[in-house]
T-cell receptor
Framework: QKEVEQNSGPLSVPEGAIASLNCTYS??????FFWYRQYSGKSPELIMS????GDKEDGRFTAQLNKASQYVSLLIRDSQPSDSATYLC??????????FGKGNQVVVIP | KAGVTQTPRYLIKTRGQQVTLSCSPI?????VSWYQQTPGQGLQFLFE???????NKGNFPGRFSGRQFSNSRSEMNVSTLELGDSALYLC???????????????FGPGTRLTVL
């Protein structure tokens, strides 16, 4: 079983819609969770961190964490063409080691 | 506050050579982590340094090594390069690591290594 899984294929959403991304992780004791955005040819950029069960909102982004189900998600509201990128889910594994999922490509269609 | 800097940005080497990559973390950050990103494997953890000590190491061969200096700058070295080492090497900067997880990490622009 992979440490972090992001199974959805490329996601196409119309401008203004909500994009929903999901991620599952295998280690039940994981404590810290992150979402990164990576534009083509660029390095990952941190957009959200979440450590407790529930929702965390930051602007148009909402991260949701459910430790019992080992599930973390990211919602992007009012999607904009500038949100077109690959979104990487990362799980903290001790001493600052991050385990990453393979990422989900999001395409926002004007 | 200046971000994470990495040098060089691009490198072309041939098989068998060695390479050294450099990373300067955000001012005040003392933890530096290194990752390798390839299209096939995604982002994989190489190692993490804090206070000049390697505290964590990923599943990479011994050809991959690193070090951290007293000013928190870090270098990683890859010896006897192989074609499969072609990748984007990313450095991430963070505050003091927590034993039970990870703090927010901020990535540099990366070094694109091509091995011919």
């Amino acid at each position: 079983q992979k440490e972090v899984e992001q199974n959805s294929g490329p996601l196409s959403v119309p401008e203004g819609a909500i994009a929903s991304l999901n991620c599952t992780y295998s280690d039940r004791v994981s404590q810290s969770f992150f979402w990164y955005r990576q534009y083509s040819g660029k390095s990952p950029e941190l957009i959200m961190s979440i450590y407790s069960n529930g929702d965390k909102e930051d602007g148009r982004f909402t991260a949701q964490l459910n430790k019992a189900s080992q599930y973390v998600s990211l919602l992007i509201r009012d999607s904009q063409p500038s949100d077109s990128a690959t979104y990487l889910c990362a799980v903290g594994r001790g001493n600052n080691r991050l385990a990453f999922g393979k990422g989900n490509q999001v395409v926002v269609i004007p | 506050k200046a971000g994470v800097t990495q040098t060089p940005r691009y490198l072309i080497k041939t098989r068998g050579q060695q390479v050294t990559l450099s990373c300067s973390p955000i001012s005040g950050h003392r933890s530096v982590s290194w990752y390798q990103q390839t299209p096939g494997q995604g982002l994989q953890f190489l190692f993490e340094y804090f206070s000049e000590t390697q505290r964590n190491k990923g599943n990479f061969p011994g050809r991959f090594s690193g070090r951290q200096f007293s000013n928190s700058r870090s270098e990683m070295n890859v010896s006897t390069l192989e074609l499969g080492d072609s990748a984007l090497y990313l450095c991430a900067s963070s505050t003091r690591p927590t034993s039970g997880g990870a703090n927010e990490q901020f990535f540099g622009p990366g070094t694109r290594l091509t091995v011919l």
